[in-house]
């Protein structure tokens, strides 16, 4: 059954479908870095007309967690016995030129996670030391994030804490889409609409007037929903449609979103490329304070200096879609996997990680 999914054939004919259904040029754009792999990966641009051009959005986690934040946890990690743990991609990912991959060699106690849980887990074997957990994610992690802060006051654990990066998609979609960027559709994330609900989505479709498909990761499934992207606009309708109806119910998962409401509440947020979006991000409620490594370590991050991203870099370009990523000047260059200058080429699921590791099918 999985192999529907991939199978040769099926997308020969769908991307003839989208071959005979676009009527003009369109710029379609995916906003899940899950997506931006798997287009490269399959190499689906080189399938599509040329008219037709897929574009990355904001859809990275660890590529739109500004470098104040990533200041902030430097800032933890140099202190006397604090352990910072954070998920791998996030340790490389420079803030001037710093990093907690390069503190970690040079001594601090930084490690790699694979999830919150393993975080308070060393909590509870390291009671000496202090454990802050730096929550990187959207929609799709911050229920486990949440999960284990409550688990964390139910054990009283005084030495765990979370500084929380999470952010939501709603609030950087309105922000970008609403303020002119060259968009005619949206290929709208699956993995959060699954926490979501796909009905999250339509104020794409209602309030910005662009037609929008939440999409599975597979190649048919993407090009499925193309296809109902390119076939809407040539009819003039702009609408949601689910195009992941095994995974995305219009309700979402009830259950994650009620954990992440008792744990959080939406704040302002700055994102790397859309700068300050009120709303946008997740604070941990009050009732957690004890747990909230921003307020726990308050004047230990307002003393730290705060580190720039390099002049030169153009991540925040490509996270908004105004450039690809062989138009930034570092690329393949200074910029490379190996030695990263931006988030962007940082991460699994970063735009030029994308276009270097998969050349020319690729952005």
Not at 116 to 126: G, K, R, V, Y
């Amino acid at each position: 059954m999985a192999d529907i999914y991939e199978d040769k054939k099926l997308i020969g004919k769908l991307t003839a479908r989208i071959a005979s259904a676009l009527r003009h040029p369109l710029t379609i754009m995916e906003v899940c870095g899950t997506h931006t792999m798997s287009i490269a990966a399959s190499g689906l641009r080189s399938l599509l007309p040329p008219e037709l051009r897929l574009i990355s959005g904001p859809g990275c986690p660890v590529c739109v967690t500004d470098s104040s934040l990533i200041s902030a946890a430097l800032a933890l990690a140099r202190l006397p016995r604090v352990t910072l743990t954070t998920f791998g991609d996030m340790l490389r990912v420079p803030a001037g030129e710093q990093s907690l991959q390069y503190l970690r060699e040079q001594g601090a106690d930084v490690r790699l996670v694979l999830s919150p849980l393993d975080a308070l887990e060393l909590a509870q074997q390291e009671q000496e030391r202090q454990v802050v957990f730096f929550a990187v994610g959207f929609e799709t992690t911050a229920p486990l994030t949440a999960s284990t802060l409550e688990l964390a006051r139910e054990l009283d654990l005084p030495n765990f804490s979370v500084l929380s990066a999470h952010k939501t998609m709603p609030a950087a979609l309105r922000s970008l889409l609403g303020g002119g960027a060259r968009v005619d559709g949206l290929l709208c994330p699956g993995h959060v609409a699954a926490v979501t609900g796909a009905d999250n989505f339509d104020f794409v479709s209602r309030e910005l007037g662009l037609p929008a498909a939440v999409a599975g990761f597979t190649p048919v499934e993407i090009l499925l929903a193309v296809a109902a992207i390119v076939e809407m606009s040539a009819a003039g309708e702009a609408k949601l449609v689910n195009c992941y109806k095994r995974a995305v119910k219009p309700e979402g998962n009830p259950a994650a979103r009620e954990i992440m409401e008792r744990v959080f509440l939406p704040c302002d947020a700055r994102w790397r490329g859309l700068g300050d979006l009120p709303g946008s991000g997740l604070a941990i409620r009050p009732e957690f304070a004890a747990f909230d490594a921003g307020k726990r370590f308050a004047a230990e991050i307002a003393a730290a200096p705060v580190y720039r991203d390099d002049p030169d870099c153009r991540c925040g370009q490509v996270l908004r879609g105004d450039i690809s990523p062989r138009q930034c000047p570092l690329f393949g260059a200074a910029c490379t996997p190996q030695h990263p200058c931006g988030a962007c080429m940082v991460s699994s699921e970063g735009s030029c990680a994308a276009a270097y590791r998969y050349g020319e099918g690729s952005l």
